[in-house]
């Protein structure tokens, strides 16, 4: 399969960063790859703090706590919106990077053999 349908389509669909090292950028593809594992990470802590809080007190004191959806819908969530931004550059990057590059190594040298 050409490298410019292969490479975007696995950091597309698989992950990004999959589609760089298909192309032999292991450098680019590991740095992209690094970079939505912190995001994720981070974002599973975030998510993590949250639900704690909102659990918090009802776990010490059942009963006797405003509702836990009361607490969600009142919790900040900017901090998942970044992060799902910043997840949504990154996986948009890597897919048209993946694509572009795969296409130029699916050129043929100018100036070769027929």
């Not at 059942?62 to 900040?76: Q, T």
Request: net charge negative; proline share 5%; hydrophobic share 50%.
């Amino acid at each position: 399969m050409k490298k410019a349908i292969l490479s975007p389509l696995c950091s597309a669909l698989i992950i990004p960063g999959l589609g760089q090292i298909i192309n032999q950028h292991l450098i680019k593809g590991g740095c992209i790859l690094f970079a939505v594992f912190i995001l994720f990470v981070f974002g599973l802590f975030t998510v993590y703090h949250l639900l704690s809080d909102a659990l918090g007190t009802e776990l010490i004191h059942p009963g006797h706590s405003p509702d836990i959806m009361d607490r969600l819908k009142a919790a900040d969530f900017s901090t998942l919106w970044y992060l799902l931004v910043a997840f949504a550059l990154i996986w948009l990057y890597s897919v048209l990077d993946a694509y572009l590059t795969g296409r130029n190594l699916d050129q043929p040298e100018e100036g070769g053999p027929l």
